[in-house]
């Protein structure tokens, strides 16, 4: 018997099953829902798939590569993924059915854990001031109906701009963006993502084509005040990508693991054991991966916990 929570399980079966004698036995397959190649999400979610093959008992996690965040909801919402990565605006966009998610209604997940935050990279030509610069220009806004996409169109209209009308689109990922940028088909690109993320680290290392950061916090206040509590400042620290002497503000945004919301609750907290008494080992997979803790993967949001994430955390002392 294999236990992997798709459409093939039926959810409410799942917990019987987890119960089972023969549990011990049985071997326990789970998917990842990650991100594109470029970006941190492929890495550590691909890094989380090896721990947890390596460590848990009778259990095969495999990776798989999505578009990121609105993918890897829905896949775990309609049951074919059993964790997934996402940034926090995506998934409360999710929970309302709106944005990205409004055919098909609200999605039915809850957070695992919170990992680390998303900076808003705005990747631009020398002559790219402000992102109100951007217009009439081509830009890159990420995958289409992804996370970044999202967040890019709400930085341009923070910025002053249609991001329909006053700036010619591009739905390319960030490894596309990166070798668009390169080869001068666009000014700029958007992308969300931990640092550093290895497609604009590869631009900026490779030197095909003159790039700067620009700074993005302009656009923060009016965000905050048409998205209050999503999206928070943060400083890029200088030399985090090649070139990049000086500090850069930013925007950041929450990045989290979600589940379906009726994932049964032996299963969440094997994986969350999963995690957790391999921590080094998770740590160890990306920069980004050495921020998380038990405390911080706890950290309160504007989303709830599962119930089992919520009973976990609280075992090992947290205060929820």
Known sequence: MSINLTRRVALASGAAMLSAPAFAQSRTRLTIATGG???????????????????????????????????????????????????????????????????????????????????????AQPSINSIADMKGKRI????????????????????????????TRDNLGVAECANAFADGKIAG??????IPTAAVRDLAQGGR?????????????????????????????????????????????ANVIVVNAKAPNALVTRMLEGIFNNLTDVQGIHPEARKLNVQSAATKTAVAFHPAAEAFYKSKGVAM
Do not use: C
Request: proline share 4%; aromatic share 8%.
């Open 209 to 253: 084509a003159p790039m700067k950061l620009v700074d993005a916090s302009k656009e923060l206040v009016a965000m905050n005040a048409k998205y209050p509590g999503l999206y928070r400042g943060f400083t890029m620290p200088p030399n985090s990508y090649a070139g990049q002497t000086a500090a850069v503000p930013a925007i950041g945004v």
């Open 37 to 123: 190649t470029g970006g941190v999400y492929f890495v550590y979610g691909g890094g989380l798939a090896r721990i947890l093959t390596e460590k848990m008992q009778n259990t095969q996690a495999t990776a798989q590569v999505t578009g990121g965040s609105v993918d890897n909801i829905n896949l775990v919402s309609a049951g074919d993924a059993d964790m997934g990565l996402s940034t926090l605006d995506s998934v409360v966009d999710a929970l309302a059915g709106q944005g990205a998610y409004t055919q098909g209604g609200k999605r039915e997940i809850s957070v695992l854990a919170v990992l680390y935050d998303n900076i808003l990279h705005v990747v």
């Open 189 to 194: 690109f958007f992308w969300g993502g931990g």
């Open 140 to 167: 890159g806004v990420g995958s289409a109906g992804s996370s970044t996409e999202g967040w890019a169109d709400r930085t341009l209209e923070a910025a002053g701009l249609n991001p329909r009308t006053d700036i």
